[in-house]
Nanobody
Framework: QVQLVQSGGGLVQAGGSLRLSCTASGRTFSSYAMGWFRQAPGEEREFVAIISGSGGFTYYADSVKGRFTISRPNPKNTVYLQMNSLKPEDTAVYYC?????????????????WGQGTQVTVSS
């Protein structure tokens, strides 16, 4: 079992930056692959970025590639999402998620553990 607590987020102007954090408690953090997902009003929850349990593999949605960076400076029990060059279409509630093992999936249903969500609003 792992508990995820998110921090960061808020309101920023287009072109600005934010960093989201997700801190895990429970079992060994490196035992879990992590992902960031987001959900805009009226939309499905979508994959943003994933990172393997070892931190050696990352993958991004095309919409954020080159602007967002996911990282996990083990042994800290925290995964980060650095968001640069933010756009109004990045506005959503962002969630971190964890699944057991090294393999990170882009499918949200494969993650049993979720953070509480944090609002990111980008104004034009």
């Amino acid at each position: 079992q792992v508990q995820l607590v998110q921090s960061g987020g808020g309101l920023v102007q287009a072109g600005g930056s934010l960093r989201l954090s997700c801190t895990a408690s429970g079992r060994t953090f490196s035992s879990y692959a992590m992902g960031w997902f987001r959900q805009a009003p009226g939309e499905e929850r979508e994959f943003v970025a994933i990172i393997s349990g070892s931190g050696g593999f990352t993958y991004y949605a095309d919409s954020v590639k080159g602007r967002f960076t996911i990282s996990r400076p083990n042994p800290k029990n925290t995964v980060y999402l650095q968001m640069n060059s933010l756009k109004p279409e990045d506005t959503a509630v962002y969630y971190c998620a964890a699944r057991t093992g090294n393999y990170a999936s882009i499918t949200n249903s494969e993650y049993p553990y979720w953070g509480q969500g944090t609002q990111v609003t980008v104004s034009s």
